[in-house]
């Protein structure tokens, strides 16, 4: 068969054709289950209402100029955002990848603005960043980085939830500016560091003058049942990059700095076609609108609750089962086996979408719109389906 697409991605055989809250419907118009917003994406569930209508209407307004002008949607939502953090300034960008490139040539300026001349950021084994040079070369997985050498100098790396690792590495190396670290790895296999890591982590940032750059793109908007996952350690960082469910499906990324950090991007030094653009932004602010307006961050946070409560009822005797953590609406089952199958077999058998990451750690990012029946219904089906499989993958 001739396939006009890139085989980046082994696709399961199913389109969905629309979709309303946590419910997703095929061609066939068969329903299925959410249980993954598109990787964190779709925050708000599919097809939001009052989304939906903020895209329609400045589509119908004016999508995009360029930022060779004003721009005051931009303005507001950059407003928005960093009175939400306690940051000062952003830059937007369309996507993960693009917002951590910003923070990484953030930080290399910064270095060099201090004499440093080939400054180094230290980056965790483990760590997803995005596909893109720089992103993949800062990323700890030599699957994303394999053939694609020579990759981008600058990164050292050190274990995840390892303070003493970063103790040893600043004496090491006097070219560190930085730290670019996720306050929960998502990729790495929902990999939650010890409650006073991050806290550690910025009193280490404030005893060297180094960054500390946290991505947030995946644990950001609400996801981790706090509006940025930093803030359960109440600290604040000195750059934060966000994306994923900034526009709940419409492609925006974000990168935001405090203090030093955020004076160091000067107009010829980066820049961006489409970031930021009046569409993008009329989106995300319908995004924070939405989530103030229906008290999802809270519901996130009580909803994790009740599916960790219900999973651990269910599966936390289950031999095979060696852990099931999370934090808000972020959701790790780790078994003690590869279970890259079980995403098929939810899909097919289930009805539901799920992912499975890390080869052994399902991982369940629903929406913040599920309601109780939905996630009692995901609860007992996936737990129904992951016995199955433990009982016949049986060694
Ligand atoms: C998804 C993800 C990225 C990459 O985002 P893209 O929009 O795919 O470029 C970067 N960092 C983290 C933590 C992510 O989860």
Request: a negative charge.
């Amino acid at each position: 068969m001739t396939d006009s697409l890139m085989a980046t991605y082994k696709r399961l055989p199913v389109c969905f054709e629309r979709g309303e809250g946590a419910w997703l419907w095929d061609e066939n118009g068969t329903r299925y289950l959410d249980a993954l917003s598109g990787i964190a994406v779709c925050g708000l569930g599919h097809a939001h209402p009052t989304v939906a209508q903020a895209i329609s209407q400045q589509a119908e307004t004016l999508i995009h100029t360029s930022n060779l002008y004003e721009i005051k949607l931009q303005r507001s939502l950059g407003d928005r955002l960093t009175r939400l953090a306690k940051m000062d300034r952003v830059f937007f960008s369309n996507s993960g990848a693009e917002a951590n490139e910003a923070a990484i040539k953030i930080a290399r300026l910064y270095g060099h603005s201090k004499g440093i001349e080939t400054p180094t950021i230290i980056v965790m084994e483990n760590s997803f960043h995005g596909r893109t040079m720089a992103t993949l070369s800062a990323t700890g997985n030599r699957k994303v980085q394999a053939g694609f050498e020579p990759l981008v100098q600058g990164f050292v790396r050190v274990p995840f939830n390892d303070i003493e690792s970063l103790n040893t590495a600043a004496q090491a190396n006097k070219n560190i500016v930085a730290i670019l670290v996720e306050p929960i790895q998502g990729e790495g296999g929902i990999a939650i560091p010890a409650p006073d890591y991050l806290n550690k982590v910025r009193e280490l940032c404030n005893q060297n003058e180094w960054l500390m750059m946290l991505d947030e793109v995946q644990t950001g908007m609400g996801r981790t049942g706090l509006m940025f996952a930093h803030q359960h350690n109440g600290i604040v960082p000195d750059v934060m990059t966000l994306a994923k469910a900034l526009g709940n499906g419409v492609p925006i990324g974000a990168c935001l700095a405090k203090g030093a950090a955020a004076d160091i991007l000067a107009p010829g030094t980066h820049g961006s076609t489409f970031g930021g653009n009046p569409l993008a932004c009329a989106a995300a602010s319908a995004v924070i609108d939405t989530l103030e307006k229906e008290q999802l961050v809270t519901r996130a946070a009580s909803l994790g609750n009740r599916l960790l409560d219900g999973f651990r009822e269910r599966l936390g005797h289950q031999e095979g089962v060696k852990e099931i953590r999370g934090c808000g609406l972020m959701i790790g089952i780790e078994l003690d086996r590869p279970c890259g199958d079980l995403v098929g077999a939810a899909l097919m058998l289930g009805k539901i979408l799920i992912n499975v990451t890390a080869d052994n750690v399902i991982r369940l990012l629903p929406p913040l719109v599920l309601t109780d029946e939905q996630a009692d219904e995901l609860i007992a089906t996936l737990s129904g389906i992951i016995k199955t499989f433990l009982q016949q993958s049986k060694q």
